[in-house]
Structures are given as C-alpha cells and as structure tokens.
Nanobody, 122 residues
Framework: QVQLEESGGGLVQAGGSLRLSCAAS????????IGWFRQASGKEREFVAG????????YYVDAVKGRFTISRDYSKKTVYLQMDNLKVGDTAIYYC???????????????WGQGTQVAVSS
C-alpha cells in the first residue's frame, strides 16, 4: 500500500506562487501515475494535473495550463505542483492520488492524501 501526504499550501496574494508537494511512503517500489485534484468550498472535487510514471507525460486542465507545472523527483519519492500566477479562483484544498488504469484525466484514483489548503487573496 502507498501513503501520500500533501504539503506546501498557504495564503498568497493573486499573482503569487506556491509549490505543493506530494510525498509517497509505503510501497514506493512501484512508480505510479499521480494526479492532483482540488476542491473549493461548496464545489465538487476537480482534476487539475497529472504526470505519468516516467514523468515524460503530463496533463493539465485548461484552467491551469501555462500557470501550473507538475513534475516528479524519484529520489525523493515526491511529485510537485508548481503554481504560478495564482488567481482567487485557485483557492481550494489540493489533493494528490495514485491513478490506476490508462488515460488522462482517468477515473480510478486511490490512496488519497489528506489535502493541503491553498488560499489566494485579491
């Protein structure tokens, strides 16, 4: 089993940047695709970005393209979400999870982390 833990959230002004981390522990001998999601207050959770097991393939929803960058560091067993030019609408709790199956964004995600809060002020 894999455990994921998100960190790096915080309060930032619009136009600012944050870098979120998704650290894996447990059975990390298997390199798996990871997806980042977010859930704003009163809204459903939505997919934001994903990265393949090799790191060669990435996927972003239109709302974050050109502003967010997903990457992974195998030595640290961590996937990052660099968020630049943040907007008030990016305010949400951000989660990472392991994707099973094929294709982005995919539908089968497991081993959710507890989430990290991102708040963007105007």
């Amino acid at each position: 089993q894999v455990q994921l833990e998100e960190s790096g959230g915080g309060l930032v002004q619009a136009g600012g940047s944050l870098r979120l981390s998704c650290a894996a522990s447990g059975r990390t001998d298997v390199t798996l695709p990871i997806g980042w999601f977010r859930q704003a207050s009163g809204k459903e959770r939505e997919f934001v970005a994903g990265i393949s097991w090799s790191g060669a393939s990435t996927y972003y929803v239109d709302a974050v393209k050109g502003r967010f960058t997903i990457s992974r560091d195998y030595s640290k067993k961590t996937v990052y979400l660099q968020m630049d030019n943040l907007k008030v609408g990016d305010t949400a709790i951000y989660y990472c999870a392991v994707r099973y199956g094929n294709g982005w964004p995919g539908t089968d995600y497991r081993y959710w982390g507890q989430g990290t809060q991102v708040a963007v002020s105007s």
